[in-house]
C-alpha cells in the first residue's frame, strides 16, 4: 500500500482542478495579451480565477491579486519591495520577522542585512508560537514591515495573525503574511487579519506546482519584482502561466469553501489524531510545540532513539512517505531548525519526523502507516547503541 503524508511538502493536483486545465494546452493556448481570439478565449476562465482567489481569502477584488511562480517569489517580491519602497527610497531600515519562518523569509531578510538592513528575528516561545506582543515590542520608529508566517509548516503551529495586525495597524506598520500552510486548512482572510500583503502557493492546497499568487491591499504600493511587461497591470512581468493560474483559482474554490474547512477541520484532523495518538504511545514520543492551536492536518514528533532520516528510509520501504521537516532543507542531515528555535538539545533535533495528512488520507492508510511506524521504531531502537530504555515498572519495554 502506498500512502503519501507529507502533503506540507506538496500535494496531488486535484483531479477536478486538473480538469479545468486541460483545455489550456491544445485548446484555448492562445497569449492572454494578444489582442486575437486566440488570447481573448483565456480570459473568461483567468477571470473566473481572480475571482476564485479573491473571494477565497476575502480580498477586496481581482485586483488586489498577482499570479506569481510560487510562494517563495511571492515571498521575495514583498520584501524586496519594501526594502526598495520603504527603506531605500524612505526613512526606515528595520523588518521584523520570527526565527521559525520557511527559508525563503529567512533568506530575504538575510540578503537584506548584507545591504545594511537591520532584521529582527523574533523567538518562538515554549509552545512554538510567536507571542503578539513580542511583536509590539520590537516595533521601532524605523521599521519597514512585519512578516510573520500565518502557520508553521514543521509543527503546523499557527501564529496570531489577527492579533499582530491589529498591532501592526495602529503602528502604521506594514504587514506581511506568508499563509503557504494556512490556505485550505484553516479560514484565511486577509481583511480581519489587517494584513497589507499575504503569499501563498498553489500546490499546498491541491493545485499545480509552479504557480502562487501575492496579495497585494488596494492602495498600497509595491514595487514589483519582475519588470518588462504590463502583465497583472504591471505589478508581476511575463507570460501567465494560463492552465496553472486557472487549475490555482479551482483549488482555492474547492478548498476554501466552508464544507470543505469543515471536512479539514473533522475529517482530516480526525485522521491526524488518530496518527498521533498511536505513536504517543510508544515511549519516549512527543509532539513538537504540542497539541494546541495547530493546523488540523500536521504533527511533527520527536522519537528518542530514532534518527528521523532512518525512520524516514523504514517508511519509504513500506510506501510511506513522510518527511523530517521542510522538503527544503531535507537534503541536509542538520537538525531540524524549527526545533532548534524550540531550544530542543542537538539530540532531540534529529529525531523529528513531520506527518501531514489531506482530504486524500483514508483511516485504512492511517492504520497501516501506524503499524508500519510502531514496527520500525521497535527496529530502529534496538539496533541503536545509544538509546536504551529502561521501563518503569508499568511500561512494556521497546
Ligand atoms: C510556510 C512556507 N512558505 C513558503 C514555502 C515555499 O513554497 P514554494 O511553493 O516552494 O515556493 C513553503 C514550502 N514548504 C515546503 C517545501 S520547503 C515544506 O516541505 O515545508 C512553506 O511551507
Same mark, same amino acid.
Given at each position: 500500500?502506498?500512502?503519501?503524508?507529507?502533503?506540507?511538502? &506538496?500535494?496531488?493536483?486535484?483531479?477536478?482542478?486538473?480538469?479545468?486545465?486541460?483545455?489550456?494546452f491544445?485548446? *484555448?493556448?492562445?497569449?492572454?495579451?494578444?489582442?486575437?481570439r486566440?488570447?481573448?478565449?483565456?480570459?473568461p476562465k483567468?477571470?473566473?480565477?481572480?475571482d476564485?482567489?479573491?473571494?477565497?481569502?476575502?480580498?477586496?477584488?481581482?485586483?488586489?491579486?498577482?499570479?506569481?511562480?510560487?510562494?517563495?517569489?511571492?515571498?521575495?517580491?514583498?520584501i524586496?519591495?519594501?526594502?526598495?519602497?520603504?527603506?531605500?527610497?524612505?526613512?526606515?531600515?528595520?523588518?521584523?520577522?520570527?526565527?521559525?519562518?520557511?527559508?525563503?523569509?529567512?533568506?530575504a531578510?538575510?540578503?537584506?542585512e548584507? @545591504?545594511g538592513?537591520?532584521?529582527?528575528?523574533?523567538?518562538v516561545?515554549?509552545?512554538?508560537?510567536?507571542?503578539?506582543?513580542t511583536?509590539?515590542?520590537?516595533?521601532?520608529?524605523?521599521?519597514?514591515l512585519?512578516?510573520?508566517?500565518?502557520?508553521?509548516?514543521? &509543527?503546523g503551529?499557527?501564529?496570531?495573525?489577527?492579533?499582530?495586525g @491589529?498591532?501592526?495597524?495602529?503602528?502604521?506598520?506594514?504587514?506581511?503574511?506568508?499563509?503557504?500552510?494556512?490556505?485550505?486548512?484553516?479560514?484565511?482572510?486577509?481583511?480581519?487579519?489587517?494584513?497589507?500583503f499575504?503569499?501563498?502557493?498553489?500546490?499546498?492546497?491541491?493545485?499545480?506546482?509552479g504557480? =502562487?499568487? *501575492? +496579495?497585494?491591499?488596494?492602495?498600497?504600493?509595491?514595487?514589483p519584482?519582475?519588470?518588462?511587461?504590463?502583465?497583472? =497591470?504591471?505589478?508581476?512581468?511575463?507570460?501567465?502561466?494560463?492552465?496553472s493560474?486557472?487549475?490555482?483559482?479551482?483549488?482555492?474554490?474547492?478548498?476554501?469553501?466552508?464544507?470543505?474547512?469543515? +471536512?479539514?477541520?473533522?475529517?482530516?484532523?480526525?485522521?491526524?489524531?488518530?496518527?498521533?495518538?498511536?505513536?504517543?504511545?510508544?515511549?519516549? &514520543?512527543?509532539?513538537?510545540?504540542?497539541?494546541?492551536?495547530? &493546523?488540523?492536518?500536521t504533527?511533527l514528533?520527536?522519537?528518542?532513539?530514532?534518527?528521523g532520516?532512518?525512520?524516514?528510509?523504514?517508511?519509504?520501504?513500506?510506501g510511506?512517505?513522510?518527511?523530517?521537516?521542510?522538503?527544503?532543507?531535507?537534503?541536509?542531515?542538520?537538525?531540524?531548525p524549527?526545533?532548534?528555535?524550540f531550544g530542543?538539545?542537538?539530540?532531540?533535533?534529529?529525531t523529528?519526523?513531520?506527518?501531514?495528512?489531506?482530504?486524500?488520507? *483514508?483511516?485504512?492508510?492511517?492504520? +497501516?502507516?501506524?503499524?508500519?511506524?510502531?514496527?520500525?521504531?521497535?527496529?530502529?531502537?534496538?539496533?541503536?547503541?545509544? +538509546?536504551?530504555?529502561?521501563?518503569?515498572?508499568?511500561?512494556?519495554?521497546?
Amino acid at each position: 500500500m502506498e500512502v503519501y503524508l507529507d502533503n506540507n511538502a &506538496t500535494t496531488m493536483v486535484d483531479p477536478l482542478v486538473f480538469e479545468q486545465m486541460k483545455p489550456f494546452f491544445c485548446e *484555448t493556448y492562445g497569449n492572454p495579451n494578444s489582442l486575437h481570439r486566440f488570447g481573448a478565449g483565456t480570459h473568461p476562465k483567468m477571470m473566473e480565477a481572480l475571482d476564485y482567489l479573491y473571494t477565497g481569502i476575502n480580498a477586496d477584488d481581482e485586483d488586489d491579486i498577482i499570479i506569481t511562480s510560487n510562494a517563495t517569489e511571492s515571498i521575495n517580491t514583498v520584501i524586496k519591495g519594501v526594502w526598495v519602497d520603504e527603506i531605500l527610497n524612505g526613512d526606515k531600515n528595520h523588518i521584523v520577522t520570527s526565527e521559525v519562518e520557511h527559508p525563503a523569509v529567512t533568506a530575504a531578510c538575510r540578503f537584506l542585512e548584507s @545591504q545594511g538592513v537591520s532584521i529582527t528575528y523574533l523567538p518562538v516561545n515554549e509552545n512554538g508560537v510567536i507571542e503578539a506582543n513580542t511583536v509590539r515590542d520590537s516595533i521601532k520608529e524605523d521599521t519597514a514591515l512585519v512578516s510573520i508566517m500565518w502557520a508553521n509548516n514543521e &509543527t503546523g503551529k499557527l501564529f496570531p495573525i489577527e492579533e499582530i495586525g @491589529q498591532i501592526c495597524k495602529e503602528a502604521n506598520v506594514l504587514f506581511h503574511s506568508d499563509a503557504t500552510q494556512a490556505i485550505g486548512k484553516v479560514p484565511v482572510d486577509v481583511q480581519k487579519a489587517n494584513l497589507d500583503f499575504m503569499s501563498f502557493s498553489a500546490h499546498k492546497f491541491h493545485g499545480p506546482k509552479g504557480v =502562487g499568487g *501575492t +496579495y497585494i491591499k488596494k492602495g498600497v504600493k509595491l514595487t514589483p519584482l519582475l519588470h518588462g511587461g504590463e502583465q497583472m =497591470g504591471g505589478k508581476r512581468a511575463g507570460t501567465v502561466d494560463v492552465a496553472s493560474m486557472v487549475g490555482m483559482g479551482y483549488a482555492m474554490h474547492l478548498a476554501t469553501n466552508e464544507m470543505a474547512l469543515a +471536512y479539514e477541520d473533522n475529517h482530516v484532523r480526525k485522521l491526524r489524531d488518530r496518527l498521533e495518538s498511536a505513536i504517543l504511545e510508544l515511549p519516549e &514520543t512527543l509532539v513538537i510545540g504540542g497539541t494546541e492551536n495547530r &493546523t488540523p492536518n500536521t504533527t511533527l514528533i520527536s522519537i528518542r532513539g530514532v534518527e528521523g532520516e532512518s525512520m524516514l528510509w523504514d517508511l519509504n520501504q513500506k510506501g510511506i512517505g513522510a518527511s523530517t521537516g521542510s522538503a527544503c532543507a531535507s537534503e541536509d542531515l542538520e537538525a531540524n531548525p524549527v526545533m532548534n528555535a524550540f531550544g530542543s538539545d542537538s539530540e532531540l533535533a534529529h529525531t523529528g519526523v513531520r506527518f501531514s495528512l489531506s482530504r486524500f488520507n *483514508t483511516q485504512e492508510q492511517i492504520d +497501516y502507516a501506524i503499524e508500519v511506524i510502531v514496527n520500525a521504531v521497535k527496529r530502529l531502537r534496538n539496533l541503536s547503541s545509544s +538509546y536504551a530504555y529502561a521501563p518503569k515498572s508499568h511500561e512494556s519495554g521497546l
